[in-house]
């Protein structure tokens, strides 16, 4: 009984299911780049170098070695890379920016006075307080 237990707490974490959701999104983010690479760029670099690198391969005792697979794997690995690069630099900007904003609202929560002093007794009391705690005091 205490497996299932430990196995419930476990899925029950926040990361668990947040990395759920990544690898999900992820794969799909994998098939559109492989498809943008297979049905735009492959055939583009074909246009311009008048060859289908897909096809590319060396012949040697028999055995091919197809090189042209591994420069398109090297492609979509750049091309991966170059939009998580921006992805990430957009995340950070927009985190740098919410962070900013945190602090100069703390600033300037920091900035508010709060508290004043009893024009009689000159104590420090809490800003919105009616009355003086040292001297008993109406105060405004």
């Known amino acids: 009984m205490g497996l299932v237990k430990e196995f419930k707490e476990f899925m029950n974490r926040g990361n668990v299911v ?3 959701v990544g690898v999900v999104i992820g794969a799909a983010f994998k098939a559109i780049i ?50 998580l690069f921006l992805f990430v630099k957009g995340v950070n900007k927009m985190r740098a920016a919410a962070e900013a904003r945190k602090k100069k609202e703390s600033e300037e929560a920091a900035a508010a006075p709060t508290t004043k002093i009893c024009p009689y007794c000159k104590s420090e009391i809490p800003i919105d307080a009616t009355k003086c705690s040292h001297c008993t005091s109406d105060v405004e």
């Open 34 to 83: 492989d498809s943008v690479v297979a049905d735009l760029i492959s055939p583009l670099i074909g246009i311009i170098f008048q060859q289908d690198f897909s096809s590319l391969k060396v012949t040697i005792n028999g055995s091919d070695f197809t090189y042209g697979n591994l420069i398109m794997a090297i492609v979509n690995f750049v091309i991966v890379a170059f939009i």
């Open 18 to 20: 947040d990395m759920a």
